[in-house]
């Protein structure tokens, strides 16, 4: 079956760094998103990853892996407003996201 | 105007009404979703429309009944709903001829409430 994985909540401090695990069994692959989720609020798009390596776009990076099916989301000089849920989602091999619960995460002053 | 604009942001509706849900796009794209979003659960892909055809039905029951009249609007016609279809319900748009990123853009969604 396909299956995404990340944590269910995590907790960080003003000003730290937080990383944001996502791994991942789908029936093909057609890249990696990371969005962002604010209670209440859409979901917006924040990285797009389709080949290894790291990608990087401000204060925050993404990472994936192919061969490890596995992903994470990098988020540096955390600022209260980072407080939100992240969702990982994987394009299978028809193109359809498939998605994860998302990660809670919450920043402590 | 925004990119998708979803239309009531919140709904409370008795098992026995009708309503619909209504979404809007402006951003050019060929393709529309319907997503269920309920609490610490996976978004769920109800339906999608690609060039105004559905093309996916992902086992939805037929108390949802989906119309897409054209490119840019999608409507989701409610009816004998069950309280357990209590939810948040994303629609969003992307544009499949950028394959294989194929972003999606959502709207704010319509908090459903089923009494």
């Known amino acids: 079956g396909q299956n995404i994985d990340q944590p269910t909540e995590m907790t960080a401090t003003e000003g730290a760094i937080v990383q944001i695990n996502c791994t991942y069994q789908?029936?093909?692959?057609?890249?990696l998103f990371w969005y962002q989720q604010h209670a209440g609020e859409a979901p917006t798009f924040l990285s797009y990853?389709?080949l290894d390596g790291l990608e990087e776009k401000g204060r925050f990076s993404s990472f994936l892996s192919r061969s490890k099916g596995y992903s994470y989301l990098l988020l540096k000089e955390l600022q209260m407003k980072d407080s939100a849920s992240y969702l990982c989602?994987?394009?299978?091999?028809?193109?359809?996201?498939?998605w994860g619960a998302g990660t809670k995460l919450i920043i402590k002053p | 105007e925004t990119g998708v604009t979803q239309t009531p942001r919140h709904l409370v509706m008795g098992m026995t009404n009708k309503k619909s849900l209504k979404c809007e796009q402006h951003?050019?794209?060929?393709?529309m979703y319907w997503y269920k979003q309920s609490a610490k659960k996976p978004l769920e892909l109800m339906f999608v429309?690609?060039?105004?055809?559905?093309?996916e039905n992902n086992s939805v029951p037929s108390r949802f009944s989906p119309e897409c009249p054209n490119s840019s609007h999608l409507f989701l016609h409610l009816h004998t709903l069950q309280p357990e279809d209590s939810a948040l319900y994303l629609c969003?748009?992307?544009?499949?001829?950028?394959?294989?990123?194929?972003?999606?853009?959502f709207g704010q969604g319509t908090r459903l409430t089923v009494v």
């Open positions: 969003a748009s992307s544009d499949r001829d950028s394959y294989p990123n194929t972003e999606a853009f």
């Open positions: 990853n389709v």
């Open positions: 951003l050019g794209h060929n393709a």
């Open positions: 789908t029936s093909g692959f057609n890249g």
């Open positions: 429309y690609s060039l105004e055809e559905r093309v």
């Open positions: 989602a994987v394009g299978d091999s028809n193109y359809q996201l498939i």
